[in-house]
């Protein structure tokens, strides 16, 4: 059934990326560094590592960035947010990852500190928006940028045509790439696709993949995160919650699904939530066609 798209083990139209976030412990930090070792090899157009809530985690997504632009072959991509620190503080960053050879930023304005339902505050010292981060990362060094996007409406947007509108002024900011919310109904990307086209959006809006290992959790995040869970997916998962393995099998066959449904209508580009575990993801690319380079050289 899914052979179709790639018959063959030879090259690949898609273009992947990954995402990581900063471990808390060692075996995290270890299985971490596992997952992007067994991803590198399917040579992805760039990884990225997200920071922590409030800028929890600056220094350790600076360490695991820094990291894989000095020890990998992989480009990196600095999640960066305008949450609790001042412009100054916010620019000396940008600063170091230029000098760490970081070429690529995810501007994002990032949560409230006090949490997701909560009224933004901006640092009166700092960046107020996502757009004048991206402004301001422009003004410091000619990085790509890529942002976020929320096809189902970002939980304080009024409506879609408000999650555009700031889309399309961090466009015209100067970012050149935009990243989904993750989603489970492909109709709701592709709807979502054909309005900012409509209105001339024309950057790459590539669709955030996230299979799912704990339906729980993810249906926790996607309540806070304005994505919707639909009936057919929590029915998927009901009575599993103490067979890991089915779940497992499960969740490869349902991010399976909606990722070759997305190809066979014309998507190649896939940004992952890869939740730090290269498993899933790999075998997902492996279907797309997207093999380690060394299959390709033996092929
Ligand atoms: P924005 O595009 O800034 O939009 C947020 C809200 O503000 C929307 O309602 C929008 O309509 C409105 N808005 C935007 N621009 C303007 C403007 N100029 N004027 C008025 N209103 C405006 N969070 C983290 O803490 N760390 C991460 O690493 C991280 N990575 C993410 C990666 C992706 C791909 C995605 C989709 C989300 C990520 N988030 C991350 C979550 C994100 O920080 C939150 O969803 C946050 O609430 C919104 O920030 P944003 O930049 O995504 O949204």
């Not at 992989?74 to 620019?91: F, G, N, Q, Y």
């Not at 006090?114 to 960046?127: D, E, H, I, Q, S």
């Not at 790459?204 to 959790?217: A, E, L, S, T």
């Not at 997916?233 to 349902?254: H, I, N, P």
Request: charged share 25%; hydrophobic share 40%; aromatic share 10%.
């Amino acid at each position: 059934m899914f052979n179709a798209l790639h018959p063959t083990a030879s090259g690949s139209r898609f273009r992947i990326s990954y995402e990581f976030f900063p471990p808390k412990t060692p075996e995290m930090e270890t299985q971490l560094w596992e997952s992007v070792k067994r991803l590198e090899a399917l040579q992805p157009h760039f990884v990225s590592v997200t920071y922590g809530a409030g800028g929890s985690t600056r220094e350790r997504t600076h360490h695991i960035v820094a990291r894989i632009a000095r020890e990998t072959k992989m480009k990196p991509a600095a999640h960066l947010t305008c949450v609790s620190a001042s412009r100054a503080e916010i620019d000396a960053i940008i600063k170091d990852y230029w000098d760490a050879g970081v070429r690529h930023i995810v501007a994002l304005r990032g949560d409230p500190p006090g949490g997701v339902g909560t009224p933004f505050m901006p640092n009166p010292l700092g960046y107020p928006t996502s757009t004048h981060l991206v402004r301001g990362i422009k003004s410091i060094a000619d990085f790509e940028i890529s942002v976020s996007t929320y096809p189902e409406g970002h939980p304080e947007s009024a409506n879609i045509e408000q999650d555009l509108d700031a889309l399309e002024s961090k466009i015209d900011a100067g970012a050149t790439r935009a990243i989904t919310q993750f989603f489970f109904d492909n109709d709701i990307y592709f709807r979502f696709l054909d309005r900012a086209r409509a209105r001339g959006i024309t950057i790459p809006i590539v669709p955030g993949i996230m299979p799912i290992r704990n339906f729980r959790q993810v249906a926790g995040f996607a309540q806070k995160a304005g994505a919707s869970v639909p009936r057919w997916l929590a029915e998927r998962f009901e009575g599993l919650e103490d067979d890991s393995e089915t779940r497992a099998l499960v969740a490869a066959t349902t991010a399976v699904e909606q990722v070759m449904g997305l190809a066979r209508a014309g998507v190649e580009e896939f940004h992952f939530y890869t939740n730090n575990r290269a498993d899933m993801v790999f075998a997902i690319c492996h279907l797309l066609g997207v093999r380690p380079v060394r299959e390709k050289a033996d092929a």
